[in-house]
């Protein structure tokens, strides 16, 4: 691929070509996606994968993805059991969709999954407790999962999350485990954790890490959001930092723009390096406001807005253009399209790579 810096004074047609070719020729990732399923007032987020259809893959068809982590949550009190139901579904659901899906096991699966135009998936827990023993990697790793959390947003068995500014940090077991996941090849993602939890995985992983969504604290003030600490920490180990197009997460301003957002990647580009900076969207490629309001989440605290409820969504990403949109922002902005095509997949296919490799025996 001809690579081309581009400049502010490039024609809008130039830049709208340039960002075409880098999304459809080019290798397109998000470290943290959801599935919508079902169609007009009946669309919902899709927990359960036997209810997923071709036709909930649509708005993936032209989209430019190639291959996401699809999060699916566990429910206590058995989160163990939760985690091997839902991976259990998930391949399932992917055997019988093997026209259209294909799960990322090893890393030229990566590449299989492009030359045959299918939507890559790895599997991901979005929770943290499935892992009652360090064995319990071993299991769900063979079963296919190849993503997990280490914390959700309170104290668990292996760290901190993010509301717990005095939690433990990384915890005896959790050093185990996470000693384990870079033996056997399974991604950590440090997305929910507190600052000592993750200074911890960073002083002590192998392999690199991510934050497979998470926005930066110097652009937008919250609890939920890192600081340039944290960013840096996660590039250290040759991690990806994957920036969510959450618009109360990215500005405090009404509405939140593309602008901001390529401001919040922009920041974490100066904190990390070029290399280490990635996209994940924390939903659904349509946007949050595609849901009906009937089947839309209680939201957290931190996503919350005083009065009127502002959208989640920031309208030119979170729609089924949105790579494209973002790879024309970014040029703009100045971004080559070398390093354009490192933030829209170029980083998170190095780092995964390195990490579903494992530690080669």
């Not at 618009?247 to 593309?258: A, H, W």
């Amino acid at each position: 691929m001809k690579v081309t810096p581009h400049k502010s004074s490039d024609t809008p047609q130039a830049i709208g070509e340039a960002a075409e070719k880098l999304v459809r020729d080019g290798l397109v990732i998000s470290s943290a996606a959801v599935f919508l399923w079902g169609q007009g007032n009946e669309l919902n987020i899709l927990f359960e994968p036997e209810k997923l259809s071709v036709a909930d893959l649509k708005p993936y068809e032209g989209s430019g993805l190639n291959v996401g982590n699809f999060f699916y949550p566990a429910f206590g009190p058995d989160f163990f059991s939760e985690v091997e139901r839902r991976t259990a579904a998930w391949n399932a659901k992917i055997a019988e969709m093997d026209a259209h899906l294909m799960r990322i096991t090893r890393p030229e699966d990566i590449d299989r999954a492009v030359a045959t135009g299918r939507l890559g998936i790895i599997l991901g827990a979005h929770s943290c407790d499935h892992f009652r023993r360090v064995d319990d990697v071993d299991y769900l790793h063979r079963m296919g999962l190849r993503l997990s959390l280490l914390t959700s947003d309170f104290q668990g068995m292996i760290g901190a999350g993010f509301r717990e500014p005095k939690g433990s940090g990384l915890t005896e077991f959790g050093k185990q485990v996470v000693a384990r996941m870079n033996k056997l090849g399974v991604i950590i993602d440090l997305s929910h954790a507190n600052e000592e939890t993750i200074e911890d995985v960073c002083r002590v992983t192998t392999k690199p890490v991510i934050i497979s969504h998470g926005n930066t604290r110097a652009i937008r003030q919250s609890e939920r959001n890192e600081s340039d600490e944290v960013i840096a920490a996660i590039g250290q180990t040759g991690g990806v930092f994957c920036v969510a197009p959450m618009s109360v997460l990215v500005s405090e301003e009404d509405p939140t723009t593309i602008e901001h957002y390529i401001d919040q990647i922009s920041h974490a580009v100066k904190v990390a390096g070029i290399d280490h900076v990635g996209i994940g969207h924390d939903g659904p490629i349509q946007g949050w406001d595609a849901l009906p309001p009937q089947n839309m989440l209680p939201l957290p605290p931190f996503l919350r807005t005083p009065g009127k409820q502002r959208s989640l969504d920031i309208k030119e990403v979170s729609n089924t253009r949105g790579f494209f949109n973002v790879a024309a922002a970014l040029l703009r902005r100045g971004y080559s399209e070398t390093d354009t095509a490192k933030i829209l997949g170029g980083n998170l296919n190095r780092a995964f790579r390195d990490i579903l490799a494992g530690e080669q025996q």
